[in-house]
């Protein structure tokens, strides 16, 4: 059984895993996918990728990856594509504009980058899967054959 802290703590991250997640993936990702044939041929390329492909790149950091994480799916992953996308923001798309104007990919970046260290905590379906797979190592026994073999 967790302790109070444990179980305080797993309800924090779910908080931010869904706060974040949902704002991300709707207030910036879904627009970027549902109009992306229109601003893919001028959307910035600061990584030398090509126009399109630097869009593809976006929307599936901040829509799809964003939805990862509200899940508690593949967290430590989606994560860091949100961090390295909010990076990239941050430091080459918004460049030389006020820190103001950065904030929303700061705070992005700041959340990706914490989930990534903490990872999703106990309500999550990381630990879902990792607990069922233990499951399975286990009744497998050390050798990989099913147990009384």
């Not at 444990?6 to 309800?11: K, T």
């Not at 229109?38 to 990728?49: I, Y």
């Not at 860091?80 to 904030?103: D, N, Y």
Request: glycine share 12%; proline share 3%; hydrophobic share 50%.
């Amino acid at each position: 059984m967790a302790s109070k802290k444990e179980a305080f703590g797993d309800l924090g991250l779910l908080i931010l895993r869904i706060g974040a997640g949902l704002q991300l993936a709707f207030l910036h990702g879904l627009d970027k996918l549902r109009h992306f044939s229109e601003r893919a041929p001028t959307w910035l390329d600061p990584l030398n990728l090509g126009h399109k492909r630097s869009l593809q790149f976006t929307v599936g950091a901040e829509f799809f990856c964003a939805l990862l994480l509200v899940l508690g799916l593949l967290s430590r992953v989606a994560g860091l594509a949100i961090a390295f996308t909010m990076g990239v923001a941050t430091f080459m798309i918004h460049k030389g504009e006020p820190w103001r104007q950065r904030e929303d990919a700061v705070l992005y970046l700041c959340v990706g980058l914490g989930l990534v260290l903490l990872g999703p905590g106990g309500i999550s379906l990381d630990r879902v899967i990792v607990r069922r797979l233990k499951k399975i190592s286990f009744r497998r026994g050390s050798s990989g054959a099913p147990a009384g073999e």
